[in-house]
């Protein structure tokens, strides 16, 4: 029994999480939210639950604490064969069987990108204003905020 979610293909009986040839790239939060429409499919509430997750707190406007999913059992990742460099990032993936979330795929390397501090920034709204800097920094007055706020222009 199988269930796809792009670009994941859920093996029930293998508890194997295979992902698409073309992609070498996966994101913890994407994986996250296929697992979970995996295990609310028709085939998936028959057996035990693929992952778990925590983290998502919110810090503040935009910011969040970063995610880890863990998953359980004997599940692990798999990536399809070839020569390549497949990476694993946008959160922290852990567990699996010996706590090896990745399963063994002849020629390809996995980095898994992960971090005890993680978090994860919403992209969008707007950044601080010199006087907010200041007022957050406790600088006497936003003119002084030139050796705290950096500016870049971007091409």
Known sequence: ?????????FRFPQAVIDVDA??????CISLYAAAKLA??????????RIAAGS???????????????ELLGAW???FGSGNYIARV???????????DPIAYTPGVQTLLIQSAASTVVTTGGTALSPAESAKLLSLPSASDTATAVWTKTLP
């Open 89 to 99: 990032a946008g959160g922290n993936l852990v567990g699996g069987p010996g706590d």
């Open 55 to 69: 983290g998502l707190s919110l810090l503040g406007p935009g910011v969040q604490v970063g995610l880890t999913v």
């Open 76 to 78: 692990q990742l798999r």
């Open 22 to 27: 073309a992609v070498a790239d996966v994101d």
């Open 39 to 48: 295990q609310a499919s028709e085939e998936g509430i028959i057996y035990d």
């Open 1 to 9: 029994m199988t269930y796809y979610v792009a670009p994941f293909t």
